[in-house]
């Protein structure tokens, strides 16, 4: 179950890392279900938290597929949490549909151009 806010990050366990292609596939989903289409979560780090617990950070990206069939990105506009310690994929915290899209027009606003984005999971 997601909170309202999001948890507090005591420590940076491993910066860089990947997530499994059936994690990327059920994140994926929960994004589509919960906040709809064009996000990606990306750049998993493993954390701990405030609560002791662990559990992976992933940062969203607005994503879209442009006009040539390239997958682009506008840039990092939420988080989500995932709980590791749990038997089945337990989100923790997932930022809201309207902070996604209040960041999405800062990006914008401040003029940030759209680039490239790797194919797969990054």
């Given at each position: 179950?997601?909170?309202?806010?999001?948890?507090?990050?005591?420590?940076i366990?491993?910066?860089?890392?990947?997530?499994?292609d059936?994690?990327?596939?059920?994140?994926?989903?929960?994004?589509?279900?919960?906040?709809?289409?064009?996000?990606?979560?990306?750049?998993?780090?493993l954390?701990?938290?405030?609560?002791?617990?662990?559990a992976?950070?992933?940062?969203?990206?607005?994503?879209?597929?442009d006009?040539?069939?390239?997958?682009?990105?506008?840039?990092?506009?939420?988080?989500?949490?995932?709980?590791?310690?749990?038997?089945?994929?337990?989100?923790?915290?997932?930022?809201?549909?309207?902070?996604?899209n209040?960041?999405?027009?800062?990006?914008?606003?401040?003029?940030?151009?759209?680039?490239?984005?790797?194919?797969?999971?990054?």
């Amino acid at each position: 179950m997601s909170s309202s806010n999001p948890p507090i990050v005591i420590k940076i366990l491993q910066e860089t890392g990947e997530i499994s292609d059936e994690v990327d596939y059920a994140l994926m989903n929960y994004l589509i279900k919960k906040r709809g289409t064009g996000y990606t979560a990306c750049q998993p780090q493993l954390v701990e938290l405030e609560s002791s617990k662990q559990a992976i950070k992933m940062n969203i990206d607005h994503t879209f597929i442009d006009k040539d069939n390239k997958l682009m990105g506008l840039g990092i506009v939420g988080t989500l949490f995932v709980d590791v310690e749990s038997p089945e994929l337990d989100i923790i915290y997932c930022s809201s549909s309207e902070e996604l899209n209040k960041n999405i027009l800062k990006l914008k606003n401040a003029g940030i151009q759209p680039q490239t984005r790797p194919k797969g999971k990054y």
